[in-house]
């Protein structure tokens, strides 16, 4: 199974090398659809048992969500799921959830499609081919409530030098009625944050630790769309 990072595009793309091979260890498991949730989900009963509101979605007075490049591995057709990565993958586990509003009207969008893919905890692409059943990949559509929810795996950092990357999480939002969104989302605290993320704060998000089951990293990302 192929795994594709920066290092290997850059060194055919810049360089003109060939592509390095991997002998890093590969999943051999597919990932079966997860179970469509509800409003909420389990892990949404679990927040509100904790005193949380996870379904709340305050009104907003803020400007359309940041644009960010696709990126070289963006794959179509992704599954309907609600976790992108194998059962016991490496790496920490993580939950990231947020609203979808429309700018014009600051309320929360039903039934928009949140296309999200990732590198895995070793800063490596899957996916790319259909057999490995879209890895580190998934869509998801938001609830009449406009909340979307996901689980996997902080993503690892990937490249070398002046061409390394801060952890991140590609996103490709559609609505009928607004502008496609092409973006990533990234974490505070990362030390490879740079000044090109840094101009887009609205994509960089805080992370904090919740115990459930086992302990999560979980993370808010709410996105506003502008019409079309």
Not at 87 to 113: C, F, N, S, W
């Amino acid at each position: 199974m192929k795994k594709w990072n920066r290092r290997e595009l850059l060194k055919n793309t810049l360089i003109g090398l060939s592509a390095l091979g991997t002998g890093a260890f590969a999943f051999r498991q597919t990932l079966a659809p997860t179970p469509a949730y509800g409003e909420l989900g389990e892990f949404g009963k679990f927040l509100i048992a904790r005193g949380e509101k996870p379904d709340e979605a305050p009104p907003i007075a803020r400007k359309p969500t940041a644009s960010d490049s696709m990126g070289p591995y963006y794959k179509e057709g992704a599954p309907f799921r609600g976790r992108l990565m194998p059962q016991g993958a490496p790496g920490t586990p993580m939950i990231i959830r947020g609203h979808v509003y429309g700018h014009d009207t600051q309320k929360t969008l039903e039934g928009a499609t949140v296309d999200v893919w990732q590198a895995d905890d070793g800063g490596s692409y899957h996916g790319m081919d259909e057999k490995e059943n879209y890895l580190y990949r998934a869509r998801m559509r938001t609830t009449r409530r406009g909340l979307y929810q996901f689980e996997t795996v902080h993503p690892g950092r990937y490249g070398f030098g002046f061409w390394a990357r801060p952890s991140h999480i590609h996103f490709y939002i559609r609505h009928p009625d607004y502008q496609p969104l092409v973006t990533q989302l990234y974490f505070r605290g990362d030390p490879r944050l740079g000044d090109h993320e840094r101009s887009r704060p609205s994509l960089i998000i805080s992370l904090k630790k919740v115990s459930w089951g086992k302990t999560y990293q979980l993370g808010n990302f709410d996105i506003v769309l502008a019409r079309k």
